[in-house]
């Protein structure tokens, strides 16, 4: 992938992840961050890579009354400003090179026009559409930028598992993402699976603790004018812990959770630790 690093935030759909809300609006306001490392060897040598990100990131689905094929209608959209610094050195023998970045801007938009829940005792899941618009910040000269500056889109399933009796849940979110080409470097990165899941486990009655974790994978190569590194398939996975509360404010309830990755097995990507704090509130 072109920068490696893939347009999905890996690890956004966590809990509850295939339980689409009853009618109405929900709100998430997620607090992300990210340090990762990357080494790779390019023509000019051994290239090391240091990113560190900080995202604001607001999302916000709304639910009709309106049901389709016995599923109930939504539509979702998400919008989100990080700042993110990086550090590149490049070595070649005894030449050493190095350049360091930083910069504050938007992300590209996500919206899902189409989002189908449905509902059967503890299963419930949702089939959803979304597309990728390269509203984000992006500069051909710079050497970072927070926006992709190309077009992706992705269908996505997710499936939860809930039995409220026991305080249990387990949910899983796929989503594969097809970009299109960056038009400007002309480099058209690959396609990429996502797997996201969750584990929970309620210790207390607004209380529950587990484990979440995901899978990135590209599954198609790198190719265009400007992937002049090869095929550049990217790889990582990340497990930790989560723990989630639930606070009652008035007849509104809000989420209030944090969660933590490790990532292990990287291959052509950061490998490194992700941390979020996330609160939603349904309306």
């Excluded at 996500?110 to 390269?134: D, E, F, K, M, R």
């Excluded at 970009?179 to 400007?184: F, G, M, V």
């Excluded at 550049?232 to 209030?256: D, E």
């Amino acid at each position: 992938m072109e920068g490696g690093q893939s347009p999905y935030l890996r690890g956004y759909r966590d809990f509850s992840s295939g339980i689409l809300p009853p009618p109405g609006v929900q709100v998430r306001y997620d607090l992300n961050f990210y340090n990762g490392h990357e080494t790779s060897r390019i023509p000019q040598g051994q290239l090391a890579t240091s990113l560190r990100t900080v995202s604001n990131i607001l999302g916000i689905v709304g639910v009709t009354p309106a049901q389709l094929w016995g599923a109930n209608y939504g539509f979702a959209i998400r919008g989100a400003m990080t700042g993110v610094s990086a550090d590149r050195t490049v070595t070649n023998g005894a030449r050493r090179v190095a350049a360091s970045d930083a910069m504050t801007g938007l992300n590209d938009v996500v919206i899902s026009p189409i989002v189908l829940g449905w509902h059967l005792g503890n299963w419930h899941w949702n089939v959803s559409a979304s597309l990728w618009i390269p509203a984000g910040d992006y500069q051909a000269t710079q050497r970072i930028n927070t926006g992709k500056n190309y077009w992706s889109w992705s269908p996505q399933f997710a499936v939860t598992y809930l039995d409220r009796k026991a305080g249990l849940e387990f949910s899983a979110a796929f989503a594969y993402v097809a970009n299109y080409e960056n038009t400007t470097t002309q480099y058209h990165s690959g396609d990429v699976a996502h797997v996201d899941f969750a584990a929970m486990q309620s210790i207390a009655p607004r209380l529950s603790i587990g484990a979440v974790g995901y899978v990135m994978s590209q599954v198609t190569d790198d190719v265009g004018a400007g992937a002049t590194l090869g095929s550049r398939r990217a790889q990582v996975f990340g497990a930790g812990p989560a723990i989630r509360y639930v606070i009652r404010t008035g007849k509104t309830p809000m989420i209030l959770s944090a969660k933590y990755y490790r990532e292990f097995s990287a291959r052509n990507t950061t490998e490194g630790d992700q941390g979020a704090l996330s609160l939603r509130a349904n309306f």
